[in-house]
């Protein structure tokens, strides 16, 4: 048996976790302090992801980018791909915040590019 | 839009970041008729529409949104409340009369210098990021160097990518983010050099930020030397020594063109200087008693202005109480003054509030002087708790039940954090 350990980044206290398996079999996770922390364990020894914010260029608006963020997680060896394909977009103001500006980023099932603020017109 | 503004309000507040909304909800929750947000930015939401990453809102939103969402949602609360909002105006003076009513000055864009009327005011100004001038490095004065937050105004807003090869100075979270921030945007970070042994930022962005991205981050290193003319060319580095001292026979130069400073933040307390009110020079905010109100009777403060915070929750939560009192203040309702001094006792850099009054219940926040693991929490001899670590760069937050307070006859409650 092994073990591996993991800090929970799945809220700002960080929790210290511990997981320990027997070849790709998961046997205990322990040191979280809610049940969010054993999920994101077991997540993070299967198929570690992350999501992340980035900005597009916008045409129109007042600000010269517009925030984005992914709407699901891609695998973490994929982070930079991702971003860049993101990199490409380019919008037009008016925006709401929350409209889906990309579907299927990299073709990864529901990873969509969201608008996370609304932008009008200058 | 300035047209629409009325000259005499409720409640005035100054900043229109999520203190200032938060205060202006809590006013009108009080009972004050018409409150007013004066903002100097072109738009509500403060530093909350730079910071575009995700960790914001666990707790008033019960989910994790970026900061322009936060601001957004916010603002629409506000506005959904018939609140002014007075963006692109800067208030550069307040003044009371011998009725206690106050003038808020304020110069706005369109409209001129103007002096608006209030019975109670709020300070919600946030905070400045400390700059090169406060820590005194050596060496020449070429561009590139320039604080992680102005970094992050540079990328998100503006789309200006500062450099190519980026070292970071300190851990603080802002910095931490940027790396991660500036490595999407195709820039290389060269490593974050923290003076102190430990992590300042949260461990989760350490993780998610730095380690992601293979960032190293340097413990007890410095930036002795910064090399370059025009621009950067590179610093020197060095481990530092038990004292804080750094170890210049184990320099070692670092090639870089841009290096950010994330090196803390410090209360934007100019307004509150020029008018006389009474400072903490420890926390850089105003001394406040347990209504959050300033030494000047009627102008309370909350969030960044008053002392910095490190979650925006936190932020919402004691602006919405000091909204409360100032709107409670604008309806002529008066609290008794308070009776009990709160002192920062072994291992405490600051509480605030600076005092307290037995007859309600208060929430307390407070930092560590030094890193504790497991520590042991301690009020007058009135409570004892436990908690896993401390360190000077999270806040504690404390809630002071009214029984407790009841149970104490003396004027002074010392709070003292040790090793447990
Ligand atoms: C660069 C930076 C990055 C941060 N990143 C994070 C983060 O990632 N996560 C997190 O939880 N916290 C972060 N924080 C902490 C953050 O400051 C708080 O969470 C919160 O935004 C503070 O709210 P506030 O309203 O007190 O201040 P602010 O958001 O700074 O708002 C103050 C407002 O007052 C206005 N103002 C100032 N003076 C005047 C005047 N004289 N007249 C009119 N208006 C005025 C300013 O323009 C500003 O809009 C960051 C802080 C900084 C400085
Ligand atoms: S386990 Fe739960 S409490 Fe601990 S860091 Fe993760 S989400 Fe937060």
């Known amino acids: 048996?092994?073990?591996?350990?993991?800090?929970?980044?799945?809220?700002?206290?960080?929790?210290?976790?511990?997981?320990?398996?027997?070849?790709?079999?998961?046997?205990?996770?322990?040191?979280?302090?809610?049940?969010?922390?054993?999920?994101?364990?077991?997540?993070?020894?299967t198929d570690p992801r992350r999501t992340f914010s980035t900005t597009v260029p916008i045409e129109g608006s007042n600000w010269a980018r517009l925030p984005v963020k992914l709407a699901a997680p891609v695998p973490k060896d994929r982070i930079l791909e991702a971003a860049q394909a993101v990199h490409q977009?380019?919008?037009?103001?008016?925006?709401?915040?929350?409209?889906?500006?990309?579907?299927?980023?990299?073709?990864?099932?529901?990873?969509?590019?969201?608008?996370?603020?609304?932008l009008g017109r200058a | 839009m300035f047209g629409r503004m009325n000259r005499r309000y409720d409640t005035v507040v100054v900043g229109g970041g999520p203190a200032g909304m938060g205060a202006a909800l809590g006013a009108l929750d009080a009972g004050?008729?018409?409150?007013?947000?004066?903002?100097?930015?072109?738009?509500?939401?403060?530093?909350?529409?730079?910071?575009?990453?995700?960790?914001?809102?666990?707790?008033?939103?019960?989910e994790e949104l970026t900061g322009p969402e936060y601001a957004e949602r916010f603002l629409a609360q506000v506005i959904d409340r018939d609140i002014d909002v007075m963006p692109s105006s800067y208030v550069t003076g307040l003044a009371v009369d011998s009725e206690g009513t106050k003038q808020v000055r304020v110069l706005n864009e369109r409209a001129g210098l103007a002096s608006i009327e209030a019975a109670s005011v709020v300070l919600a100004m946030g905070c400045r990021e400390r700059t090169r001038g406060s820590i005194r490095i050596p060496g020449t004065r070429p561009a590139g160097v320039?604080?992680?937050?102005?970094?992050q105004k540079l990328v998100n807003q503006k789309g200006y990518l500062p450099g190519k090869r980026v070292a970071i100075l300190g851990s603080g979270d802002i910095g931490l983010i940027m790396a991660r921030r500036l490595t999407l945007e195709g820039a290389e970070v060269v490593g974050v050099f923290e003076?102190?042994?430990?992590?300042?930022?949260?461990?989760?962005?350490?993780?998610?930020?730095?380690?992601?991205?293979?960032?190293?981050?340097?413990?007890?290193?410095?930036?002795?030397?910064?090399?370059?003319?025009?621009?950067?060319?590179?610093?020197?580095?060095?481990?530092?020594?038990?004292?804080?001292?750094?170890?210049?026979?184990?320099?070692?130069?670092?090639?870089?063109?841009?290096?950010?400073l994330s090196i803390g933040l410090i209360p934007d307390n100019e307004l509150a200087r020029q008018i006389g009110i009474q400072l903490d020079p420890v926390t850089g905010g105003p001394v406040v008693s347990s209504t959050l109100e300033t030494s000047l009777p009627g102008v309370f403060a909350c969030g960044n202005v008053l002392h910095v915070h490190d979650v925006v929750d936190y932020v919402t939560a004691e602006s919405?109480?000091?909204?409360?009192?100032?709107?409670?203040?604008?309806?002529?309702?008066?609290?008794?003054?308070?009776?009990?001094?709160l002192v920062p006792g072994n291992n405490v850099r600051y509480c605030v509030p600076h005092t307290l009054s037995p007859d309600r219940e208060h929430t307390v926040f407070m930092r560590v002087k030094q890193r504790v693991e497991p520590a042991r929490l301690r009020v007058g001899g009135l409570m004892e708790k436990t908690?896993?670590?401390?360190?000077?760069?999270?806040?504690?937050?404390?809630?002071?039940?009214?029984?407790?307070?009841?149970?104490?006859?003396?004027?002074?409650?010392?709070?003292?954090?040790?090793?447990?």
């Not at chain 1, 915040?97 to 969509?112: H, T």
């Not at chain 2, 320039?146 to 970094?151: E, K, M, Q, V």
């Open chain 1, 89 to 118: 977009l380019r919008v037009q103001a008016p925006i709401r915040m929350g409209e889906v500006l990309a579907r299927d980023l990299l073709g990864l099932d529901g990873v969509n590019v969201v608008a996370t603020r609304s």
């Open chain 2, 320 to 341: 919405l109480r000091a909204g409360g009192f100032a709107g409670e203040w604008s309806r002529e309702i008066r609290r008794p003054k308070d009776s009990i001094q």
């Open chain 2, 387 to 420: 908690l896993r670590f401390v360190i000077p760069a999270e806040m504690i937050s404390l809630k002071i039940q009214p029984e407790m307070l009841d149970r104490f006859h003396g004027d002074r409650l010392t709070i003292d954090i040790d090793p447990a």
């Open chain 2, 146 to 151: 320039l604080t992680a937050g102005l970094a």
């Open chain 2, 32 to 62: 004050a008729g018409k409150v007013l947000v004066l903002e100097r930015d072109g738009e509500a939401g403060g530093i909350l529409n730079q910071c575009i990453h995700a960790g914001f809102g666990l707790q008033y939103f019960r």
């Open chain 1, 1 to 45: 048996m092994s073990t591996e350990n993991y800090v929970c980044i799945a809220c700002p206290i960080g929790c210290p976790l511990e997981l320990v398996h027997e070849g790709d079999q998961i046997v205990d996770v322990s040191g979280n302090k809610c049940v969010r922390g054993a999920k994101y364990a077991r997540q993070e020894f």
């Open chain 2, 195 to 260: 003076l102190m042994p430990y992590s300042n930022g949260l461990n989760r962005n350490v993780v998610q930020c730095l380690d992601d991205y293979d960032i190293p981050m340097h413990l007890s290193t410095t930036v002795v030397e910064i090399h370059g003319r025009d621009r950067l060319e590179a610093i020197t580095v060095a481990p530092v020594d038990a004292h804080l001292q750094p170890q210049l026979d184990k320099a070692r130069k670092v090639p870089c063109d841009t290096l950010l």
